[in-house]
């Protein structure tokens, strides 16, 4: 089945102790990107991916770090989290990236709660 | 700053009713999308519209494309119960190749049996 899966779904953490959300999709495909769910925000980008090795900055990156070593892995990492981090998490594929195409496939989300 | 406007952010109706929900910007977007999602689970897209002007129809949802493409709606006509849930739409910036991907804030509908 073709599909974008996270782990974990659920994290309770406390401030400071590092984490890593994994994700990882079967679909082969190029562009990756994480988002954060925040109520009366709606989705805000983190990190993207065009491609393996390449990454950038979303519209809200402080805080995270990312890697793509590989093509359909894609994890968030938070160095030190802290309760401003505390949100829902959904991980993002897409076949490219291309001004007129660019469905993304989302993940199940992580919701995250930084104590 | 929210670059793309949903309203209304919230909608409750009941079924059978009528209902649009608007994308407002005033940046130009290559491509805009409207995506669902429903709780505990991730957006699922419903429709990609791409030419300025552009209709598009998905059984009782119809998609429109400002003709400057800095705007779309979503009509839904005669809503039911399981049209329930979180209407986003998202777009890709015209200037640039960046690969950023804005959403707006969400329209949640609740749609009364």
């Known amino acids: 089945e073709a599909q974008v899966t996270q782990n974990p779904r659920y994290l309770i953490t406390v401030t400071g102790k590092k984490l890593t959300v994994t994700c990882s999709q079967n679909?082969?495909?190029?562009?990756m990107s994480w988002y954060r769910q925040d109520p009366g925000l709606g989705l805000r980008q983190i990190y993207y991916?065009?491609?393996?090795?390449?990454?950038d900055k979303g519209d809200v990156p402080e805080g995270y770090k990312v890697s793509r070593k590989e093509k359909r892995n894609f994890p968030l990492i938070l160095e030190s989290p802290s309760p401003n981090q505390t949100s829902l998490y959904f991980c993002?594929?897409?076949?490219?990236?291309?001004?007129?195409?660019?469905?993304?496939?989302f993940g199940p989300g992580t919701r995250l709660t930084v104590l | 700053t929210q670059l793309l406007e949903q309203s209304p952010q919230f909608l409750s109706i009941q079924e059978g009713e009528n209902l649009t929900v608007y994308c407002n910007s005033s940046?130009?977007?290559?491509?805009l999308q409207w995506y669902r999602q429903e709780p505990g689970e991730g957006p699922v897209l419903l429709v990609t519209?791409?030419?300025?002007?552009e209709v598009k129809k998905l059984k009782r949802l119809t998609f429109q494309f400002g003709d400057a493409r800095k705007d779309s709606s979503l009509h839904i006509t005669a809503a039911q119960p399981g049209d329930t849930g979180l209407y986003l739409c998202?777009?890709?910036?015209?200037?640039?190749?960046?690969?950023?991907?804005?959403f707006g804030q969400g329209t949640t509908l609740q749609v009364k049996p």
């Open positions: 940046s130009v977007f290559s491509s």
């Open positions: 679909m082969n495909h190029e562009y």
């Open positions: 998202a777009g890709a910036r015209s200037s640039g190749n960046t690969g950023k991907l804005i």
């Open positions: 519209v791409v030419t300025g002007g």
């Open positions: 993002a594929s897409s076949l490219f990236w291309g001004l007129s195409y660019n469905e993304q496939f």
């Open positions: 991916s065009m491609n393996v090795e390449v990454t």
